[in-house]
């Protein structure tokens, strides 16, 4: 998760590995305040010294998604924010009753709570964005994995319901939706594979439901 305050003012992310490890020092080299997320605070806080170390800002905070208090902790650590980045997550190849719980916990309930925190304080300011990373494994269903995909084909929806709820107050909320992309965890679990020959999709968004 990665939350931003701009530098003058600036978002939330999984933010010490995969996606979100590539986000949060992109995001501060725009001389956006970054608060990051993660699990350990060893990786956190190599992380906020390779930030300083280029000139950013950041402030790492830990808390288990999996634990619905720590995450409510965790956006009330946060405070209010301008932008928000969604992306932590988890992928098991699994279908038992207890890894669904843990992909729905993680994936889905986790941005329910976290976006459900600034959301609504964005729209009384009258803007913000937010941005949930999602997956294509939402839209295409394969053998095994269908608890990951239920779970992020939940955000989808909940993003674009988001969006028809705030968006008429000038908050933007969208999501994005990768395929497999090479990170150490993929690399383990995939092997050292490449995307070749995909074709990415940008149709300029849906337009709110709701009047402006």
């Known amino acids: 998760m990665v939350e931003l305050r701009a530098a003058d003012p600036g978002g939330r992310t999984g933010a010490t590995a995969g996606i979100g490890r590539a986000i949060a020092p992109q995001l501060a ?6 608060i990051a997320h993660g699990r350990d605070p060893e990786r956190g806080a190599r ?3 390779e930030i300083a170390a280029h000139g950013g800002n950041t402030r790492f905070v830990t808390a288990d998604l999996a634990n619905a208090d720590e995450v409510t902790a965790l956006a009330d650590e946060a405070g209010e924010v301008d932008s928000f ?3 932590a997550g988890i992928y098991a190849f699994s279908s038992t009753p207890d890894s669904f719980d843990h992909h729905y916990a993680i994936n889905t309930r986790a941005p329910f709570l976290l976006v459900g925190a600034p959301a609504p304080t964005m729209a009384e300011r009258g803007h913000g964005s937010i941005v949930n990373i999602t997956s294509t494994a939402a ?10 995909g239920a779970s992020k084909a939940a955000v989808e929806l909940l993003t674009r319901s988001w969006a028809t709820e705030f968006g008429p107050r000038g908050v ?3 999501g994005v939706s990768p395929g497999p992309v090479r990170t150490a965890g993929t690399t ?15 149709d300029g968004g849906e337009p709110s439901l709701l009047p402006q």
């Open 172 to 174: 933007r909320i969208n």
């Open 85 to 87: 980045i969604n992306n």
């Open 188 to 202: 383990a679990m995939l092997g050292d594979n490449y995307i070749n020959g995909t074709v990415i999709v940008a």
């Open 139 to 148: 839209t295409s269903p394969a053998p095994i994995g269908g608890a990951y």
């Open 29 to 34: 080299a725009r001389r956006i305040d970054v």
């Open 47 to 49: 992380l906020v010294k």
